[in-house]
């Protein structure tokens, strides 16, 4: 009898164990940095009860989770990314080859998903096979952003107060001069500290004429880096800061979030950013909502071109397929999901009611999905909410739409890495040779693409 009992135990004790072991932990590794408090309250009070509801069985950590390209893969390999993270859309082909992503296509197809994504965002996040490894969170263009208040004391406004506006490279430096006799401001906030000065410079060089990579009849990538056309834009960047000095005093010192700093609190009248941080420089660093423009990247002797990119939702390899159902499920009560439901609208009300609270543009976005049902919500919940003048917006959607350009395909990172080298060296030496210097990076980016593309 009692080695019965002592067997029933040991039994009982198996099954709890594995019971355990089998308990479901969501990793959501796109919860809200802690100085977020607006951000993390909507998640606290409305998102994490609702899936709490949803998927009693799931246990929730919450896990702010910043991606890097210096980081990410000793934390890939040590199996410690969260189960699921955001990045840029130039990483996941990267992380598809290296095997650090899985694959959700199952889980996709089951929910009618796949056909609801945008074909040129689906081909970003598969692999040869057309296995699938993620969904876009949302898309982003490249425009000027501009603080309003600065034009105003510059009286550069027309009757109706909106600002007016440089639709090309020549007219920014015509009216950032006006801006610094007027105001003392700097007319733009243009970053040269980390790889964000390379992104925002290939936006420049596009408008000059210039093709950053190009493949040759063999299908060969050969960096492009050196040609006449960006050289152009490079001396344009150089007038900026050495001819008109219109730039703030150390390009070298600015990153993405300095940026919006020096245009929140004027320092800067213009920065080059995208539709999807509207909130740094109102909410963050408290310019008024009503004070925020945004339009078109100015033309140059090639037109204008609005640089797309985008935030893609990725999965952990090891994840299990509890884990992305669980995931995928955290995604629908967000409302950033194609599909619509009650709960998925109430998160479209929810995100919308926290940005009027905040201060927060309620504009429009580019979204990763084609759905007609789900675009439709997102545009009746905007037009329910905003509390925005949609005149400081128009011409940066309506053009943006119209001169889309997704970034040079190949080790981009790499790309913006060896132009952001050029950038410090122009705006720290008036004398510097812009045509050894691009020499010089075209040749190293080169060397990455024959060793990771062209093998």
């Not at 198996?14 to 909507?42: F, M, Q």
Request: aromatic fraction near 10%; hydrophobic fraction near 45%; glycine fraction near 8%.
């Amino acid at each position: 009898m009692k080695k019965l009992l002592a067997l029933v135990v040991s039994v009982c004790l198996c099954l709890t164990a594995v019971s355990a072991l089998a308990e479901t932990v969501l990793r959501l590794g796109i919860y809200p940095e802690d100085v977020d408090v607006d951000t993390v309250k909507v998640h606290e009070t409305v998102f994490d009860p609702a899936f709490a509801e949803a998927m009693p069985d799931v246990t929730l950590e919450k896990i702010y989770y910043k991606y890097a390209v210096d980081t990410f893969v000793p934390m890939a390999e040590a199996g410690n990314v969260p189960t699921i993270f955001q990045t840029w859309f130039t990483e996941p082909q990267k992380l598809i080859a290296n095997g650090f992503v899985r694959d959700i296509t199952g889980q996709l197809e089951a929910r009618g998903w796949l056909e609801k994504m945008a074909p040129g965002v689906r081909g970003l996040m598969s692999d040869a096979d057309g296995r699938v490894y993620g969904i876009p969170r949302d898309a982003y263009a490249l425009g000027l952003m501009i603080n309003a208040e600065v034009f105003e004391d510059a009286g550069l406004v027309d009757e109706d107060g909106i600002p007016l506006y440089p639709k090309t490279w020549d007219e920014l430096v015509e009216v950032g001069l006006k801006i610094k006799e007027a105001t003392g401001s700097a007319a733009l906030c243009l970053l040269a500290m980390d790889n964000a000065g390379g992104w925002h410079f290939s936006n420049i060089a596009w408008t000059f004429g210039a093709n950053l990579e190009v493949q040759d009849e063999n299908g060969k990538w050969l960096a492009n880096l050196n040609s006449p056309e960006v050289v152009a834009a490079m001396q344009y960047v150089r007038d900026l800061k050495w001819k008109y000095d219109l730039l703030t005093s150390d390009p070298v010192s600015e990153n993405w979030g300095t940026g919006f700093a020096q245009l929140g609190t004027g320092a800067a009248a213009m920065y080059i950013a995208a539709n999807d941080a509207v909130n740094q420089p109102t909410s963050v660093q408290g310019l008024p909502v009503d004070k925020l423009m945004m339009v078109a990247i100015p033309a140059g002797p090639a037109g204008t071109f609005a640089l797309g990119g985008g935030t893609p939702y990725m999965f952990a390899a090891n994840a299990t397929d509890e884990e992305v159902e669980a995931a995928l499920k955290y995604i629908e009560i967000m409302g950033k999901a194609p599909v619509v439901t009650e709960t998925s609208k109430q998160g479209l009300i929810d995100d919308a009611k926290y940005r009027v609270e905040s201060g927060i543009p309620v504009i429009r976005r580019f979204s990763g999905w084609i759905d007609p049902d789900f675009i439709q919500a997102e545009l009746d919940v905007i037009a329910e909410y905003a509390n925005v003048d949609p005149r400081m917006f128009d011409h940066y959607f309506d053009t943006a739409a119209a001169t889309l350009r997704l970034e040079e395909p190949m080790m981009t990172q790499d790309m913006y890495a060896e132009l952001t080298k050029v950038l410090q060296e122009v705006l720290t030496n008036e004398g510097a040779d812009i045509q050894a210097l691009l020499d010089t990076a075209n040749a190293n980016l080169q060397a990455v693409l024959d060793e990771n593309v062209n093998r």
